[in-house]
């Protein structure tokens, strides 16, 4: 019996288009500025002092904004950056530049869900506020009420069986009472090895016949 469900963003509820071609490149143009204005802000003062330590040195500004964007053009999941991206992000949905972007299969599964009682999370490499942001601003209006919970690097990398269980214990249910969605195979072998059940979004609808994992092309493709 399924229980929780704890679902990936990129490429499984949301479109891989919308992270790589519209909110990464717009933090890579808005980074540099925002770290100047705001260096002295609480909320981002820690972030270069962990960008600093790091790099194992006291460097400038300037290094830390151009070791951030370094990150950006390597796709490095690294926490300081993250929680940078989620605060400009911020900014952009605030002003109308972008909505988060839900498949429309994902949004009626997980109201359908979350309507009967199964508990919903999201675990992510975003950070947990880029999550929020995401599903709080979409053309559906504001999803996160139907999520208990969120998950982000600091859970543990997603190809990390410890990740798994540190999650499972968070959650409070048994590790075969969690489906975990994801649409990249390495997150859900450590998923599955960590006893969850697994459910692989394939959204090109190229399935691999020699897979462990369930393959579906869309949320309307998985039965609870």
Do not use: C, N
């Not at 679902?7 to 925002?34: H, N």
């Not at 972030?47 to 330590?53: P, S, T």
């Not at 999803?143 to 409070?172: H, M, Q």
Request: glycine letters at 8%; proline letters at 3%.
């Amino acid at each position: 019996m399924t229980k929780a469900v704890v679902t990936d963003i990129e490429g499984t509820t949301t479109s891989l288009s919308f992270v790589k071609d519209i909110l990464f490149p717009y933090a890579r143009e808005q980074i540099a500025t925002y770290i100047r204005q705001h260096e002295h802000d609480g909320r981002v003062a820690p972030l270069i002092a962990d960008v600093r330590a790091q790099m194992q040195d006291d460097v400038s500004l300037d290094s830390v904004i151009a070791q951030l964007i370094r990150w950006i053009d390597e796709d490095k999941k690294v926490t300081p950056l993250k929680a940078v991206q989620g605060l400009i992000w911020e900014r952009g949905y605030q002003i109308g530049a972008f909505r988060g972007h839900v498949y429309p299969d994902a949004e009626r599964a997980l109201r359908q869900w979350h309507a009967r009682g199964i508990r919903l999370y999201v675990y992510s490499s975003g950070s947990i506020y880029a999550q929020k942001l995401l599903f709080g601003h979409t053309e559906f209006g504001d999803l996160t009420p139907l999520f208990s919970g969120y998950f982000d690097t600091t859970a543990g990398a997603k190809a990390d069986v410890r990740s798994y269980a540190k999650i499972a214990e968070s959650i409070g249910f048994p590790p075969a009472e969690i489906l975990f969605l994801s649409d990249i195979e390495q997150e859900l072998d450590a998923a599955r090895a960590a006893g969850f059940q697994t459910g692989w979004l394939l959204r090109d609808g190229t399935r691999d016949t020699h897979a462990g994992h369930r393959q579906v092309t869309s949320f309307s493709g998985i039965a609870l």
